[in-house]
């Protein structure tokens, strides 16, 4: 029986970890949409036939001819880069990367971790190998020759390799197929088609949001190249909210350039880009801590016309931020209407975290009850569950410990005015 060295990689944390060969056998169950029937786990974690071995002097049954995946594991070393290229994977032909994706395929779902990762990991490393190697051809063998059951998953894993640098080709594809296997399949090439697009600049990443028709943006920082054109980017078709995970790369990288940016869409465009000042409030903290973000912060809003400056306030949105960070960009705004504006936004939106280390930071027990009144008369009338309104009041005016007679305004404000 001839034996097929199929390539095993264990991925933890997002690194492949590990490479070594394994046996496979070349037999395989005529009926593989029902899934994978030429080999099987055995109770101690490894690799066994389902097909009998007798007859044949090559197959054997000793511990050189069958590892479990921890023993193979143990033996692998690390690839400490993430998509690092395996010299063993590229030496593989196609028909081998195509054998080790269809083996990998029904191990993936394994009750042991170690050996879903590992089965994961070949899947990966085989479909990136073979679609650097192969481009189309690679999705036609699929299309074609995959067994039904499993033809969605290894067309998917392809396309996701195609979209970092064919866009366009996987854009058809994803339509070819979209039909029988619904849209969230086809959708899902979006973030790795736009996080390609980025890396080639603004303009592509622009051109490849409007060929999916998505307003998906790459989150990590690494996807924006060093020379990106954040402004290009902010002047484009995407709405504002859209900005938050470019904007903070921004100002992170350079806070100048980034609030000069920001400020030339809020004055050209009235109402839009007011909530990035948060965002932008984000990056520089990333890099300077929270009382030299927050007071450059303050200092930037005062360039703004008042009337745009107050509605920027109002806007920005302090929830992701950590209590530290909350308190200091409280106490850098100069007035109480300016930290009236800043903390209302969390309590309007029943964000708890946020609304209690904002109020705490006004360290004045008067303006924190005057704040949770003026947030409360906001909701008399509303459609939002009374109840819902009263346990989130509650449990704010206890944990900022106020005095019974501000406790009893505030929850009074939430009653319905007399007809």
Not at 121 to 139: M, P, Q, T, Y
Request: charged share 25%; net charge neutral; proline share 6%.
């Amino acid at each position: 029986m001839k034996i097929r060295p199929v390539i095993l990689l264990s991925a933890a944390a997002g690194c492949l970890m590990g490479y070594l060969a394994m046996g496979r056998l070349d037999t395989r169950a005529e009926d593989t949409t029902a899934g994978h029937r030429g080999s099987r786990l055995t109770e101690s974690g490894g690799i066994a036939s389902t097909t009998s071995t007798r007859g044949n002097p090559r197959a054997g049954s000793g511990p050189e001819k069958r590892k479990t995946f921890a023993s193979l594991l143990k033996e692998a070393p690390a690839i400490a880069e993430r998509n690092k290229p395996c010299r063993e994977v590229e030496s593989m032909p196609a028909s081998e990367l195509k054998a080790a994706l269809l083996d990998a395929f029904p191990l993936r779902k394994s009750l042991s971790t170690e050996e879903a990762e590992a089965a994961s990991a070949v899947f990966s490393a085989a479909a990136r190998e073979l679609w650097r190697r192969d481009g189309e051809k690679a999705l036609e063998w699929a299309a074609a020759e995959a067994p039904a059951g499993m033809r969605p998953e290894i067309l998917s894993e392809l396309l996701r390799e195609a979209a970092k640098d064919s866009p366009d080709l996987v854009k058809t594809w994803s339509d070819r197929f979209r039909g029988e296997y619904g849209n969230a399949w086809a959708n899902r090439f979006e973030l790795p088609a736009v996080t390609g697009a980025a890396g080639r600049g603004a303009e592509e990443l622009l051109r490849v949001c409007d060929l999916f028709s998505t307003r998906v943006l790459p989150a990590s920082a690494d996807s924006y190249p060093e020379d990106f054109d954040f402004r290009l980017l902010l002047t484009g078709r995407l709405p504002a909210w859209n900005l938050q995970a470019p904007v903070i790369c921004w100002a992170a990288r350079d806070k100048e350039d980034s609030w000069s940016g920001v400020k030339d869409l809020m004055e050209s465009n009235p109402g839009k880009g007011v909530s990035l000042v948060g965002h932008m409030f984000r990056g520089v903290l990333a890099m300077e801590g929270e009382e030299k973000a927050a007071g450059w912060t303050v200092e930037k809003l005062g360039e703004l016309d008042p009337q745009l400056r107050r509605r920027a306030i109002k806007d920005m949105s302090i929830d992701p931020l950590d209590t530290g960070a909350v308190a200091a960009l409280v106490r850098a705004f100069p007035t109480p209407q300016d930290k009236t504006d800043l903390v209302l936004e969390p309590l309007r939106n029943f964000l708890s975290a946020a609304s209690v280390a904002a109020l705490k930071a006004l360290d004045s027990p008067q303006l924190q009850a005057e704040v949770m009144m003026a947030a409360a008369a906001e909701l008399r009338g509303s459609a939002t569950p009374v109840l819902r309104h009263r346990a989130f009041y509650r449990s704010t005016v206890e944990q900022l410990q106020l005095d019974p007679q501000s406790r009893e305004k505030v929850m009074q404000m939430l009653k319905d005015p007399p007809d």
